[in-house]
Structures are given as structure tokens and as C-alpha cells.
């Protein structure tokens, strides 16, 4: 591999698998809420309303879910807590420094009825941020799209501050390497480890994530259930029942508002668990060596990031599909396998979990997990003995890119409908 594309594949991986305390779609409206205020030069004690415009899998992803340290759920307490102690500069760890009372002070400004939030039934891209902060006669607007953490537009006062940046769509190209599953195999198996070592943080913060939720009821208590002396008597103790508890714990801890930060992967904090539990528990479960490690959490992060990639940050399509799927290629590599192995697991998980849909962040996410990395361990053990779903079944083809292009495809556009459907069902209730 070329020194040109491995920069590029290393920069890809830094921008795309970093931390992030919380869900990350109401964190980005609270990143939004501090830029905004940050922009209008207020304080948060003279904030007077409070405008909130997003796209609807912004407001599916963030009605249910719990923003850490608050015991609360949903958007008016993620918003109120980014214009009391948000900083922007800390990017999807914007409300880290969240305590007693900033809680405190944000349920008084919940309580206020000043923080509007709407649906943008125009919004440009299925990521869509449009937060205005008022107040002392002035005003700051901040406007996020395409990325969790990407402004393409602040005003103060109603004027531009500086430079339009270009309001990129999920479905372009940002400026990544052109990926494919051999260039993510030969990089993950050829990188010199000094240079991609820094994968480790995410074995790191996400095992920590799932202790502190097998420590304490978050959630559902999925990871708790499956991790607890009942479970043994069904599951047994091994490798396998360790992979779904620890993983569903991690996310337990986090849909449950735990205050912890996780590492992330293509802006979600559940794909960044998923790709990494099942490698990490399974890597010390089995004596693999620090470089086995590494690579192998690479390969998974990688593959999930080049689904990504096409599929867009989000969709009716549920991450942890993509998520998984890596995991499985870097368990595949663990237990001995090949490139052709490691090819061979991707396709039959696409075989059985294309469809999954997202009906938004929530607690019950860690049992969509706990589905996604046990498929993962079966795909890859099936791999090994020398099974792959071929052309002949389904939506799966001979290459392995095709298949995963026939994924992205279903899930970009043959889930539209879908995605509308769920929004409709999920804002309708009463």
C-alpha cells in the first residue's frame, strides 16, 4: 500500500472514530445550542428563546434516549444543557462537564418554555441542524449538517461569520479515500503498528462503558441480565455469552444517560461499541496478542466505516448492521481467517441482518446489538468452516463490494418509505 492512501486511510480513521459522552444526535443539537450561544455573546441567564430546526432522523434519534447525568430523556434537557455549559471546541464531548447543578439550571430553562424545536420538512440532508440562540438583543445561529460536528453556517446578529462553508449532503463524497474490502484488509494487515495503535482507546473507553453498566442498572439491563448467574444456567459461561453481555452493556450504560463517554464510529457511539466489544472480548478471552488486537480492531472499525461511507451518518437502516459486520470480519481474523474468510463473513452477515430497521436512539438499542454481535460471531464461525451465502441467495453477490453496495442501496434507498413510516408511527403516539 502506497504511503498516499495509508495517510489517508490513518486520517480517515481519526476523524471517524473519536469520543463522545452520550447519544450523538441530541449532543450535536446541544453542540449546536453552545455554538449558537457562543455566537450571539450571551450567557445562558439571558437567553430569551431558544429555536431548534431539524430533520426528522435528528428528532427519531434523539426523542428516547438518555443524556448522561441528567436522569432525564429527549431533546429540552440536551438543549438547555448546551447553552448552560456547552463548549463548542469539545466537539460530540460538548456536555462532559455536566453535574448537579447544571442540571439544575437547565430544567429551570426546560421549564421556561423558551426552547422550540421543530420538524425541517425541508431539510436539505437526513442530518440537519438548525439551532437559534436569542437574547440581551442579540442573536447567535448555528447550523450543522451532513456531519455531527460539521457547521455549515454561524451568524451573529444575522450576519455570516466568516466563511460559507459548503453544505455538504450525507450522499457526497467527503474528502475519504476510495475504499474497498481488500483495501481495508491489506490496511489493517500491513499498517506499521506504531501508527495505528492509537485503536487501543477504543477498547479502553467502551470496556469501561460496559463495566460501569454490569456495576449498576442502566437501561434495560440487558448487559446485567445476560452477565447474571440465571443466564449462565441457559448460556453457560463462555466467550460467546461475554461478547453479547459486555456489549449490550456498553450500551446500556450509554442509552441509559450513564456519564460516560464511549468511542465512537462514523458519529454513533453504538457502532463504535459494536465494532469493538466482540473484538476486544474475544481477543482476551483467546490470548491474542497486543498486534492481533490492534489489527483486529482496526479491520472491524474500518469495515464499518467504509459502509458507511456510501450507506450516509443516518438511515432506516439500523447501525449496528454496519457495525457488526466489522466486528464479524475482525473475529473472523482472530479465529485464523483469510482475506477470502474475512470476504466470506461479510457476505453472510449481510445475508442475515439486511433490514434491521432504526426506529430511533433508545435504551432497547443494546437488544439490537446484542442480535447484531451475535450474528456476528456466527458469520464469522461459518466463514471458518468454509460457508458463504453466494450469488444464487438473495441480495448477496459473488464480490464482496457488490454485496455490500447492494446493502447501501437498500438501505439508502429502499428504506426511504420506511424511514418516513417510522418517524410518522414514532411522533404520532400519545
Keep these: 500500500m502506497n504511503e498516499t492512501l495509508k495517510d489517508s486511510i490513518i486520517s480517515l480513521l481519526k476523524r471517524e472514530v473519536v469520543p463522545a459522552t452520550g447519544c450523538t444526535e441530541p449532543v450535536a443539537v446541544a453542540l449546536a445550542t453552545a455554538r449558537a450561544r457562543e455566537l450571539a455573546c450571551i450567557s445562558y441567564n439571558e437567553i430569551e428563546a431558544i429555536n431548534c430546526h431539524l430533520?426528522?432522523?435528528?428528532?427519531?434519534?434523539?426523542?428516547?434516549?438518555?443524556?448522561?447525568?441528567?436522569?432525564?430523556?429527549?431533546?429540552?434537557?440536551?438543549?438547555?444543557?448546551?447553552?448552560v455549559i456547552g463548549k463548542s471546541e469539545l466537539g460530540l464531548e460538548a456536555l462532559s462537564g455536566v453535574d448537579a447543578d447544571a442540571v439544575e439550571i437547565g430544567k429551570t430553562l426546560v421549564d421556561?418554555?423558551?426552547?422550540?424545536?421543530?420538524?425541517?420538512?425541508?431539510a436539505p440532508d437526513m442530518l440537519y441542524i438548525d439551532v437559534t440562540v436569542e437574547g440581551n438583543g442579540h442573536s447567535g445561529r448555528a447550523v450543522i449538517q451532513a456531519s455531527h460536528c460539521s457547521f455549515v453556517l454561524e451568524e451573529r446578529d444575522g450576519t455570516a461569520i466568516g466563511e460559507a462553508k459548503k453544505a455538504a449532503t450525507s450522499e457526497e463524497q467527503c474528502e475519504c479515500p476510495e475504499l474497498s474490502m481488500r483495501i481495508v484488509w491489506d490496511f489493517a494487515m500491513s499498517t506499521p503498528l506504531d501508527e495505528i495503535n492509537f485503536m487501543l482507546e477504543t477498547r479502553r473507553l467502551?470496556?469501561?462503558?460496559?463495566?460501569?453498566?454490569?456495576?449498576?442498572?442502566y437501561g434495560h439491563h440487558v448487559g446485567r441480565t445476560l452477565h447474571s448467574e440465571r443466564q449462565r444456567k441457559i448460556m453457560g459461561d463462555s466467550t460467546f455469552s461475554r461478547i453479547l453481555?459486555?456489549?449490550?452493556?456498553?450500551?446500556?450504560?450509554?442509552?441509559?444517560?450513564a456519564p460516560v463517554s464511549v468511542m465512537s464510529n462514523s458519529g454513533s457511539g453504538n457502532q463504535?461499541?459494536?465494532?469493538?466489544?466482540?473484538?476486544?472480548?474475544?481477543?482476551?478471552?483467546?490470548?491474542?496478542?497486543?498486534?492481533?488486537t490492534i489489527r483486529a480492531l482496526t479491520l472491524s472499525?474500518?469495515?464499518?466505516?467504509?459502509?458507511?461511507?456510501?450507506?450516509?451518518?443516518?438511515?432506516?437502516?439500523?447501525?449496528?448492521?454496519?457495525?457488526?459486520?466489522?466486528?464479524?470480519?475482525?473475529?473472523?481474523?482472530l479465529m485464523g481467517g483469510d482475506y477470502n474468510q474475512v470476504a466470506a463473513t461479510v457476505k453472510n452477515m449481510v445475508a442475515n441482518l439486511t433490514g434491521m430497521i432504526c426506529?430511533?436512539?433508545?435504551?432497547?438499542?443494546?437488544?439490537?446489538?446484542?442480535?447484531?454481535?451475535?450474528?456476528?460471531?456466527?458469520?464469522?464461525?461459518v466463514a471458518m468452516d468454509g460457508q458463504s451465502v453466494g450469488a444464487l441467495e438473495g441480495i448477496i453477490d459473488d464480490d464482496v463490494d457488490q454485496t455490500i453496495r447492494n446493502l447501501v442501496k437498500i438501505g439508502r434507498e429502499g428504506m426511504t418509505q420506511t424511514d418516513r413510516m417510522i418517524l410518522g408511527i414514532m411522533t404520532s403516539k400519545k
Excluded at 61 to 74: D, E, F, H, L, S
Excluded at 206 to 217: G, I, Q, R, V
Excluded at 245 to 257: L, N
Aim: charged letters at 15%; hydrophobic letters at 45%.
Design 359 to 381: 426506529d430511533g436512539a433508545k435504551p432497547s438499542c443494546a437488544l439490537k446489538l446484542s442480535s447484531g454481535v451475535a450474528t456476528a460471531v456466527v458469520s464469522a464461525m
Design 272 to 292: 463504535g461499541i459494536a465494532a469493538t466489544m466482540p473484538v476486544v472480548v474475544y481477543a482476551e478471552e483467546n490470548f491474542a496478542s497486543e498486534e492481533q
Design 55 to 83: 430533520s426528522g432522523n435528528i428528532i427519531k434519534n434523539a426523542m428516547g434516549v438518555g443524556i448522561p447525568g441528567t436522569g432525564m430523556i429527549g431533546l429540552p434537557i440536551a438543549v438547555a444543557l448546551g447553552a
Design 245 to 257: 453481555s459486555y456489549t449490550s452493556a456498553a450500551c446500556d450504560a450509554r442509552m441509559g444517560g
Design 206 to 217: 467502551n470496556k469501561a462503558a460496559a463495566e460501569w453498566a454490569l456495576m449498576d442498572p
Design 112 to 122: 421556561k418554555n423558551i426552547i422550540g424545536i421543530t420538524l425541517a420538512e425541508d
Design 301 to 333: 472499525h474500518l469495515t464499518a466505516v467504509y459502509i458507511k461511507q456510501s450507506l450516509g451518518r443516518l438511515s432506516a437502516l439500523c447501525g449496528c448492521v454496519v457495525a457488526a459486520t466489522g466486528s464479524s470480519a475482525g473475529l473472523c481474523y
